[in-house]
Each structure stands twice: as structure tokens, then as C-alpha cells.
């Protein structure tokens, strides 16, 4: 255990480029055994290319990985879990054909360079896993079956299993709640305890400063500032981030008082996911959704816009029920929705941006026996380009070749143009950068302007605050408080939340 | 990539790929030609060779339709066949003992021969769009299904012995171009126009490149991949016909290893396997430089096995550069947006 | 829903779907109820079975394999080819098996680098391989039938267990191969289950990215899993050879319908990540039933593959209609998981 305590885990002076750019530019971190240390950074600050050369994804151009006392210029996916490094990503990783037993057991296996598995040993193997973090799951369930914070916790298990010397954690905490976190905590405490040097990824500074002694911020692949946690301040640590004085002022237009409805949700139910969800939306307000992952906001949202099947309840739309179930029907009624997923649920990547432009309503640019009206195509598309200022030379570049801000400016622009009363917007500025992001909650303030309304879907408690009327919180499916325009307040909000 | 898409604006030469194609295609010609002077180029063997470009031309477009949508058609002949023995067979039961049929009882014939292919196609649409099977797997069912049901009606055995005017839509000419070539070149402008010129054809490259995509932007994907089934089986059952009217006979046999043939083309014009690109003109250049090979290997007096294991080996070495290029691509973008 | 009581649903529905059937025929015909029928319908089975057992885990992985056929008659046929060349003529079976099993092996190795280094999608892959392995075995290696194969394979084709001589009715023989048959059967689910390899097919199937940070080489699993595949296509081969008592290249050809439908019949899902060889087993054993025995039930012979067609068709409906069920019991724990 002593020498556990004292060995040191990380990089020197790792470079990594992709084609000649650069994604990581001389970056070196050093985690002790039995320390908490945080890796903060903004999307494409370096962060996950740098996971992915610890587990062994990538290959470093040069420097070193430090594990002990051993050193690597690089490592294979194999070496890495032998040399006891774990990673615990955003989507858990899990096989969901695969029992939780075996899904907590195989990396042990793997380790040990098994060529066989016993039914027994597996079982055993699992049991002391979830035991050793005090948790209790059927381990003979198929993973598919499982609830999210559970697989949670199955990866946990299965990453702090035999042999862990260095574990990453990225954004653990985003489907947790509360409780879960709080347990999340004590389970990180215990293998702290046994001498693992833990990272954690996470951009919820309350918790890093709750849990992590020491911290390295990335930007733009260099590190800009690390040291010990209680040296940092919550605003210092944003700040270099995203290295500007961000400004989050409120710039959500004034909202004239008004009767209107453009939408009314009554008593929406899809058990067990929500059930009996009312609220309605006036013309030009900014209304926000948030909720932990799995709260069913998600759901909801689509269940509004008919991708996600609802039992009972009505949507109502300028005074008529529209029928549920149906995208179409939604889009008739003037809904629109942009998916939080940009790349795989918003874009057509490898199309031409003028494509994805008119994705929505193609139908419109019909001309007589189904023919495309080309010119009013090409007319449409350089009109969005020029409104959004989206920037391009050639409007029939593959979409795939615009930076992340101006992919979401693609996606917005296409539900912009069927100029739906009330756009549905999942995770607007996910994975943008500031400038842009900035950039496009103010396209969202100039539409509620001229009296669009929308309904913003988002744990980004900061940007609700900046831009929304109100905000409903989501919590196991139901509405559990709602925040008016002078309640918004991002501590009670987080509160709310967990 | 986009230079493959950019063809919308600027017309179809500035497709490299089909830029490419056409050069491949000449130097094929070229070399067989210099090879086999006496037997290769010669009038006889190009006649002959417009007069089986055709019916394998029609099946890899009908393939070509579901592989832009990111599926794959595997019924394809099965459909043809069944849709050419039911056009005989009625041919055939009208006709008796005579040599002749009148005109109005071959085109009812050709007609049911179309209505089964739609069927076909709709059977397909409803596995596929409607329930949701794999497309392989879907069409590999019915493709034994449709075959199955073809070789029970006929108990295995062909048809033949057609009229006299069906057979002359096959063998003849029109204007100095063999019949089923000039229908060939009206399917192809049709289809083209369908994928190019029509909102149908922009939503199957839509729901080919991102199928969530396409149902998160409700341009009813389901609809659009009912229809390419559906035209798929229609294309078939037309190249079917063809073929029947060609060599007078139909079998529930026929144009067994045209499947493998057809993948070969559609792959060696340019669609992509994963659905959302791909072009007609690069389908029918692939096409001839497939069959400019047939005949030359033919003149050379290769077996015709080995055109077989000529055809696997184009399919492998066309798949292989396509993943090298992609590499190369995809790490000059990833290189892209990390600079931007 | 427990996925172990679908999978139990899935392999009990064989099983009622065996006995119903076999209830009607052998009401039909009673000599359907003889040892001796039960037993053709083992040794019709042996050879589609092996067969099965290679591309039940290829679909898990969540591949197709369309090349075995082509892999197995090329591994038998050559063999035979090889042994009459080199006057090999021993009295043992070990030479020609193992001649077989090793040159399918070799085959399977060339699916591995198509598949597994370059990534080119199964499907394409195979079909391109399946058509160079047969057109290079009927250029070079030989296209005619060869009826005088080595004495041991001849003496093998009825080398019986058993010999039961019931007071009526034909003489009811067992084959031997029923033996090895059974425990290659066992070992394959073993492999599956019971080691590191298996699992990590069932891995793959199940999510590849999830399989690579565990830290299985997806290409090495690949590599291995078309190789095995091979080498069990080449046994098979071998051993239809010496059941057939002739080595015939034309042969196999186009019987890969019929063995993937037995194996997603059998309750494999073609995505990949299910399938478990009981199921294959039943899966089999149904064709086999259906093939051998329609007869009897006043079907023609020439309406078993339109049988065998709609079984698969009705089989993916119900399968299909099953997952649509169970997804959406599960979207609610996973459509969060998609969007982030």
C-alpha cells in the first residue's frame, strides 16, 4: 500500500496531432496514488484525446506515459488495462447482450489472460465487485435491462475491480442524482483508500471542488493552469477554461404580458417514463426544461413532437389538439424540434451543406410531378447562410467540413425555415464553442423577439438562466417545481435538481 | 465527397469519380481491342454485347436504389425471374399451338409481369419499412421465397417458345439501336432523373447518408424506403421481361450468379455500401467495363469461371481501395476541424 | 421482458413448430414414425449443421458469411484433387479431413483479411470471395465430377452405428457421424460460452466500440472467427464429399439460404450479440424436416424451397415484431443514453 501511495501516474509532455493538427501540444499531469485530480476543459480542449492515449485508443507522436514505475512512449488498449489504467466513459461502455456478471467480469479475465470462464468464478468475481462498492444488482440480468444509474454503477465496479491503479472518471455524475452522487463520493473515497490515483472529468464545479485535491486545466490542447484545488476559485477555474471573462448576463427579451397560448401540454403520460406533465407556452416566451439524465426531459420533449410514443394526454396548438404520435402531425401544427445530437440525430455529415439546409419540408421545393425546384433550393440555402451567418466559401461543401458551432447553425436554420410557432430545442449549444454559443442564443432572442416561442431543453443551468422566461424542473417524470423570470437563480436551480 | 455530390450544380462531368470511371472504362476498350483484334473488335461482338448490357444494367440500378438508401436488394433476380415466367407463362397458355399471339394478350401479359414485380417490391417494403427487418436479411427471405414459388409453379422446368412479337422487343432494333438498349437508356434517364431532379430522389440520399437524421427532419423515411423497394422490384421485373423477350424462354434458374455480378457494378460505379451516394451514370459505365470483360475474356477463350473469380476479385479490390481512400480522407478531416 | 425467456420462447417455439409439424405429416403417412426416417433426417442434417454452427457465429459477431459453401466444396473438392494427384490412397480418414480442414482454414484466412484488416462489410466481403474461391476452383483446380474418390471416404459414407432391422419396413441405419457431430456440436457451444473467444464474439456482436475498451482486438477476434469458420466449412465439405460418394464442384452452391435461414431461425440475431446453438440445432433440424419430408405431405418436392422461404419469411416477421415490443419497453432506459 505505501508504495501504492507514493507512485506516480500521468504524462510527460505529450503531443499528439491528427493530419497536422495539432490536439495535444506538450501536455504533462501527474497523479499520485490515493489523490483525486481533476481534468477540467471546454469541448475540444484536449480532454478526450488525452483519456483515449492513457486507455490506449491513440498513440502519442511523443512523450511519455508514466504508470509507476514504468514508462511507455505508448500503449495498446490490452497493455493499458494490464497496467491496471481503467476508464469509466460518458456512456458506460457496457455490453447490453451480456449479463451484468460478465460485463463486470471479462476486463478481470481479460487481465489475467484467461482463455477460459467459469460460471462460478464469474458470478464471483461480480459479487465481490458490487460488494466491495456496496451495491446490489441482479447480476444474472442482461445489461440491456438494466436502469442507467445502475449501469453506472456496473461500470464502476467493474473499473474499480482487481488491479486499478488509475481510474478515469468522465462526467460520472451526469445521470446521477443526488443521492447517487453522494454514494458515487464514498465509493471514490474507499478507492481512493486503497491507493488508486482517480482522475475526474467533469465541468460541475461544485462537485470537483467537493471531491478533488488537485486540478490541471486544458485549453486548446495545452495546460494553462494546475495545481492543488483549494488554491482554485469557482470563477478562476471558468476563466481559464475558456480562457475570457464570460459575461452571463441575462438577454432574454422582455416579454409582453399576454393570455395567448401557443402551446398547451395537458397531462402528457407515458408510463413509467412521465406522467400527468401540463404546461403551456405564450407566444415569444422562452420556456426551459431541465432535469437530470433519465428524468424522462428528453423523452418529453420528443413525445411533444411525436418521436417518442405517448399513452394519454393532449397537446394542444393554437387552441386545436394536434395528433400525438406523429412527427408529421407535429410539424403541420407548427412544431419544430432540434435533437440533441447534433452529429448523429441533427446532420446529414457527409451531404452538402445546402442539403441539410432544406432537409425539413423538402416538399415545399416541389415544383409540378415531384420535380426539385433547384433554384429556389439554391436561393433558400444562401439565404440561411447569409441569416445565420454560417461560415462557408461554398454552400455545396459536405456539412462534415463547418466547425461545431456552425453545424448547430445548420440544424437550427433548417427548423428555422418551416418558421414553426414554437421550436423545441434539445441541448442547443452542446459541444459549441463561447463565441458561437453566445452567437446562437442570441439567433433564439431575436426569433422570441418577432414572436416565436421555445421550449429549451438543457442541463447547462447557467445558459437557461441567461436566456429563458422560465424554467420547469423534470424529476422522475413529473414537473417537480417551476422558476419564474425573478426565481431564476443558478444555486436554487442545481439545488432543484439533485 | 462533396466533389461526388457536386454534380447537382455543375452537371456530371465535374463528378471526379465518374471522370475516373470513363477513363477506366476507355482503357479497357483500348487494351481489349489491342489484345483481341479480330474477335473483340468487331461489329458482331459489339452488337452482341449491347444486347447484354441491358438486362444486367436494369438489375444493378434497381440495386443501386436500395444501396442508396444504405440497404441492399438481394431479391432482385429472384423477382425477375418470376415476373418473366408469369409474363410466359400466359404468353405461352394464350397462344395454343399457334406460332402467334395478338399484340393486346402480350401486353397483358408483360403488364401482369410488372404487377408481379410490384408485389414483390411491396412485399419488400412492408418487411423492410413497415416491420422493420434488416434488408439483408429481409430480401434474403424473400428472395427464396419468390424463387421458391417461381420453381414450385413451374416444377423447376423453363419456359419456352414465346411469340414471335415478344421476341422481336428482344432481338430487335429501333432505329439502328438494339430494343433493349434503347430501353435501357430510358430506364437510366428515368431513374436519374427520379434520384437527381425529383424531392423522392433528394430524401433517398438524405435517409441513405442518416436515417435518424431523416426521421428527426419528418421527411417520412419510412415512405421513402417503401418506394425504393417498391421501384426496385418494378426495375426487375423489367429487366426480367428483357430477358425473356431475348431468349425467348423464361426458368426460375436464370441469372443465378447476376446477383454477385450486380453488387460487383454497383460497388465498381461509385455508390457507396452505406447508403447516400451514387450515380446512374456511373452504374451503366460499370456495367460496360464489366461486360467489355466478359466478352473479352470470352474472345481470349478464358473459362468463364475465371470471369467469375474476376468479378469476386474487381469487388475486393474496389472495396479495399474505397477503404484506403476513406482513411485518407476521414484523417485530412479530422486534421480539418481540429485547425479550424 | 427476460431476455432468457424470449431466447426460451424463441427455442420452445422450435420445438412446437417441430412436433406440430411432425404430428401432421406423420398423420398423413405413417411411415414418416419410422427409426428409419428419423435417421435420414439426422444424415441429411450432419453437413448443414457444421455449416450452421460456422455461420451461427459469424452472425453473432454480427457479421454474414455468404463464402462458406464456395469454402467448403473448394476444401473437399481439392482435397479429393490432391489425394488422386499424389496417388494418396490410405485407409484412414485422418489425411483427407485433415487436407480439408487446413485448406478451408487458408480460405477463411483470406475472408480475415478482407474483413477484418480492411473492414469491407461482410456481406460484400464474402459474396466477392465466395465467387473468386469458386471461380479459381473451376479454372485451375478442375471442373469435372469425380466419381472414384479415396477408398476411405467411400468406405466412410456407410459406415453405420447402428443397424436396426425393424419386422416391416426398411432398414433403419445410424451413421456414425453422428458421434463426432455431436461432440463438435458441444465443443462449439462451449467455445461460445465457456471461454474468453466466445465471449468476446458475443462481445462484438454486442457493441464494438464497448469490446475495444475492454481491451479485445476486434481484428484478431474477426481474424479468428472467419478462420474457425473456414476450417469448419472445410470439414464439412470434406464430409459431404464422402456422404455424397462423389466430389462434385457444382455442388453446394446456393445452399447458403437455406443454412442462414436455419440459423436465424434458430433465434441468431442477424445484428448480432444473439444466438445460442440449441438454437441452431432446432433450426436445422426444421429445414431438414421441411426438405426431406414435404413429400409426404402430398406437397411436390418442387414447392420445398418456396416452404423454406416462407418459414424465413414468417420467422423475421415474428422476430421482428418481437423486438419492436421489447424496444419499446427499453427506450425508456435507453433513448437518454443516445442523446448524450
Known amino acids: 500500500m505505501v508504495t501504492l501511495l507514493t507512485a506516480e501516474y500521468g504524462v510527460e509532455n505529450i503531443v499528439k496531432s491528427f493530419g497536422g493538427a495539432r490536439a495535444l501540444s506538450g501536455v504533462s499531469l501527474s497523479v499520485k496514488g490515493g489523490e483525486v485530480h481533476c481534468i477540467a476543459g471546454e469541448n475540444g480542449s484536449g480532454k478526450s484525446t488525452l483519456i483515449k492515449i492513457m486507455s490506449g485508443v491513440h498513440a502519442p507522436d511523443s512523450g511519455l506515459i508514466r504508470l509507476g514505475d514504468k514508462s511507455f512512449t505508448q500503449l495498446s488498449p490490452r497493455e493499458a488495462v494490464r497496467e491496471g489504467v481503467q476508464v469509466i466513459f460518458q456512456d458506460f461502455s457496457l455490453l447490453p447482450n451480456l449479463t451484468v456478471a460478465e460485463n463486470i467480469a471479462l476486463p478481470t479475465y481479460i487481465l489475467k489472460n484467461s482463455r477460459l470462464l467459469s460460471k462460478k468464478q464469474t458470478n464471483q468475481l461480480a459479487t465481490n465487485a458490487l460488494d466491495l462498492i456496496g451495491v446490489d444488482i441482479d447480476i444474472n440480468a442482461p445489461v440491456a435491462d438494466i436502469s442507467i444509474a445502475s449501469k453506472q454503477l456496473i461500470a464502476i465496479a467493474r473499473a474499480t475491480n482487481l488491479g486499478v491503479k488509475m481510474l478515469f472518471m468522465d462526467e460520472p455524475t451526469t445521470a446521477l442524482t443526488r443521492k447517487e452522487i453522494k454514494r458515487l463520493f464514498e465509493v471514490v473515497e474507499q478507492i481512493k483508500a486503497r491507493g488508486v490515483a482517480t482522475v475526474f472529468v467533469s465541468h460541475k464545479i461544485d462537485e470537483i471542488q467537493e471531491i478533488c485535491n488537485t486540478i490541471t486545466i486544458l485549453r486548446n490542447g495545452e495546460v494553462v493552469s494546475d495545481g492543488m484545488m483549494k488554491d482554485f476559485k469557482r470563477q478562476g477555474i471558468s476563466q481559464a477554461m475558456t480562457g475570457l471573462d464570460v459575461s452571463e448576463t441575462r438577454i432574454a427579451p422582455k416579454l409582453k404580458k399576454s393570455n395567448d397560448k401557443v402551446i398547451e401540454v395537458k397531462n402528457l403520460t407515458t408510463k413509467p417514463t412521465f406522467s400527468n406533465v401540463s404546461f403551456s407556452i405564450a407566444p415569444g416566451e422562452i420556456l426551459g426544461m431541465t432535469g437530470l439524465l433519465g428524468s424522462g426531459r428528453t423523452e418529453l420533449a420528443e413525445a411533444i413532437f411525436g418521436q417518442y410514443p405517448v399513452d394519454s394526454g393532449e397537446v394542444i396548438v393554437d387552441g386545436k389538439p394536434i395528433h400525438l404520435n406523429s412527427s408529421s402531425a407535429a410539424l403541420k401544427a407548427g412544431i419544430g424540434y432540434v435533437p440533441p445530437d447534433r452529429l448523429t440525430q441533427g446532420l446529414f455529415l457527409e451531404q452538402s451543406i445546402l442539403n441539410n439546409l432544406v432537409a425539413v419540408g423538402i416538399d415545399q421545393y416541389q415544383s409540378s410531378g415531384g420535380r426539385l425546384a433547384k433554384s429556389r433550393l439554391a436561393e433558400a440555402g444562401d439565404r440561411w447562410i447569409k441569416d445565420l451567418r454560417i461560415k462557408t466559401k461554398n454552400p455545396l461543401n459536405p456539412v462534415s467540413s463547418l466547425s461545431g458551432g456552425n453545424q448547430q447553425r445548420v440544424v437550427l436554420a433548417k427548423w428555422l425555415a418551416m418558421n414553426p410557432h414554437l421550436m423545441i430545442l434539445n441541448g442547443p449549444t452542446v459541444g459549441v464553442d463561447i463565441g458561437s454559443k453566445r452567437e446562437i442564443l442570441e439567433i433564439i432572442r431575436d426569433r422570441a423577439q418577432e414572436g416565436m416561442s421555445f421550449l429549451v431543453v438543457s442541463d447547462d443551468i447557467p445558459e437557461l438562466i441567461q436566456i429563458c422566461h422560465r424554467v420547469i424542473v423534470i424529476k422522475n417524470g413529473q414537473i417537480s417545481k417551476e422558476f419564474s423570470e425573478e426565481q431564476l437563480d443558478e444555486t436554487v436551480l442545481y439545488k432543484e435538481l439533485s | ?340 | 421482458m427476460d431476455f432468457k425467456k424470449l431466447l426460451l420462447r424463441n427455442e420452445t417455439a422450435l420445438i412446437i413448430a417441430i412436433v406440430i409439424l411432425s404430428l401432421v405429416i406423420g398423420a398423413k403417412s405413417p411411415e414418416f414414425f419410422t427409426l428409419a426416417n428419423l435417421f435420414d433426417i439426422f444424415r441429411s442434417s450432419f453437413v448443414q449443421l457444421l455449416f450452421a454452427l460456422g455461420v451461427l457465429i459469424v452472425i453473432i459477431s454480427g457479421g454474414i458469411d455468404v463464402s462458406f459453401p464456395a469454402v467448403g466444396i473448394f476444401a473437399g473438392y481439392t482435397s479429393v484433387v490432391l489425394m488422386q494427384h499424389f496417388e494418396w490412397n490410405p485407409e484412414n480418414l485422418l489425411l483427407p479431413i485433415a487436407l480439408s480442414i487446413v485448406i478451408g482454414t487458408i480460405l477463411g484466412a483470406i475472408n480475415s483479411i478482407a474483413i477484418a484488416s480492411f473492414g469491407i462489410p461482410t456481406l460484400i466481403a464474402t459474396l466477392g470471395t465466395s465467387g473468386i474461391f469458386r471461380g479459381l476452383m473451376l479454372t485451375f483446380i478442375g471442373s469435372s465430377f469425380i466419381s472414384d474418390i479415396p477408398i476411405a471416404l467411400d468406405k466412410f459414407a456407410t459406415a453405420d452405428l447402428l443397424k436396426i432391422q425393424p419386422e416391416e419396413g426398411t432398414l433403419a441405419r445410424l451413421h456414425i457421424l453422428i458421434i463426432p457431430i455431436a461432440i463438435i456440436t458441444i465443443l462449439v457451444s462451449l467455445l461460445l460460452t465457456r471461454t474468453m473467444f466466445g465471449r468476446s464474439v458475443y462481445a462484438l456482436g454486442g457493441g464494438v466500440e464497448a469490446t475495444r475498451r475492454l481491451g479485445i482486438s476486434i481484428k484478431r477476434t474477426q481474424a479468428k472467427i472467419y478462420m474457425l469458420v473456414g476450417g469448419l466449412s472445410g470439414l464439412a465439405g470434406i464430409l459431404y464429399v464422402s456422404l455424397q460418394r462423389k466430389a462434385n464442384p457444382y455442388d453446394l452452391t446456393g445452399s447458403e439460404l437455406d443454412i442462414i435461414a436455419a440459423v436465424v431461425l434458430g433465434g441468431a440475431s442477424i445484428m448480432g450479440g444473439y444466438g445460442t446453438v440449441f438454437g441452431t440445432v432446432l433450426g436445422v433440424l426444421l429445414i431438414s424436416l421441411i426438405k426431406g419430408n414435404l413429400i409426404l405431405l402430398g406437397v411436390s418436392g418442387s414447392w420445398q424451397r418456396a416452404a423454406v422461404g416462407a418459414l424465413l419469411v414468417i420467422g423475421i416477421t415474428v422476430q421482428a415484431i418481437n423486438e419492436s415490443k421489447k424496444a419499446k419497453n427499453r427506450r425508456v432506459s435507453t433513448s437518454d443514453e443516445a442523446a448524450e
Do not use: H
Open chain 2, 1 to 340: 465527397m462533396n466533389e461526388r455530390f457536386s454534380k447537382f450544380n455543375t452537371g456530371l462531368l465535374a463528378d471526379r469519380k465518374i471522370t475516373q470511371l470513363m477513363i477506366f472504362t476507355a482503357l479497357t476498350f483500348f487494351i481489349l481491342s489491342y489484345v483481341s483484334k479480330d474477335i473483340f473488335f468487331t461489329s458482331a461482338n459489339f452488337i452482341s454485347m449491347s444486347y447484354q448490357i441491358p438486362e444486367i444494367a436494369i438489375l444493378s440500378i434497381a440495386l443501386m436504389l436500395s444501396m442508396l438508401t444504405g440497404g441492399i436488394d438481394l431479391s432482385i433476380v429472384s423477382i425477375s425471374n418470376a415476373a418473366a415466367l408469369v409474363a410466359s407463362w400466359v404468353m405461352t397458355t394464350k397462344m395454343g399451338d399457334s406460332e402467334n399471339l395478338s399484340n393486346k394478350w402480350i401486353i397483358i401479359a408483360c403488364v401482369l409481369g410488372t404487377v408481379v414485380g410490384v408485389l414483390a417490391g411491396a412485399v419488400n417494403s412492408i418487411l423492410i419499412a413497415r416491420l422493420n427487418v434488416t434488408p439483408i436479411l429481409a430480401t434474403l427471405a424473400t428472395m427464396t421465397l419468390f424463387n421458391g414459388i417461381a420453381i414450385g409453379m413451374t416444377n423447376g422446368e423453363s419456359v419456352s417458345g414465346l411469340p414471335e412479337q415478344f421476341m422481336r422487343v428482344g432481338n430487335g432494333t429501333f432505329f439502328g439501336i438494339p430494343t433493349p438498349f434503347v430501353l435501357m437508356i430510358f430506364i437510366a434517364i428515368a431513374v436519374g432523373f427520379l434520384i437527381n431532379r425529383t424531392t423522392l430522389g433528394l430524401k433517398v440520399f438524405l435517409v441513405g447518408t442518416n436515417r435518424k437524421a431523416a426521421q428527426y427532419s419528418v421527411m417520412g423515411d419510412r415512405k421513402v424506403i417503401a418506394w425504393v423497394y417498391l421501384i426496385s422490384g418494378l426495375l426487375s421485373s423489367l429487366a426480367g421481361l428483357i430477358i425473356a423477350s431475348r431468349t425467348s424462354a423464361a426458368s426460375p434458374d436464370f441469372g443465378s450468379s447476376y446477383i454477385l455480378l450486380a453488387i460487383v457494378i454497383v460497388v465498381l460505379g461509385g455508390v457507396n455500401p452505406n447508403g447516400g451516394f451514387g450515380t446512374v451514370t456511373g452504374v451503366i459505365l460499370a456495367t460496360a467495363v464489366l461486360q467489355m470483360v466478359a466478352s473479352g475474356f470470352n474472345a481470349l477463350r478464358y473459362s468463364q469461371f475465371f470471369y467469375l473469380a474476376a468479378q469476386g476479385g474487381v469487388l475486393i479490390f474496389v472495396m479495399i481501395l474505397n477503404v484506403v481512400l476513406e482513411r485518407r480522407r476521414v484523417n485530412r478531416s479530422i486534421a480539418k476541424s481540429l485547425r479550424s
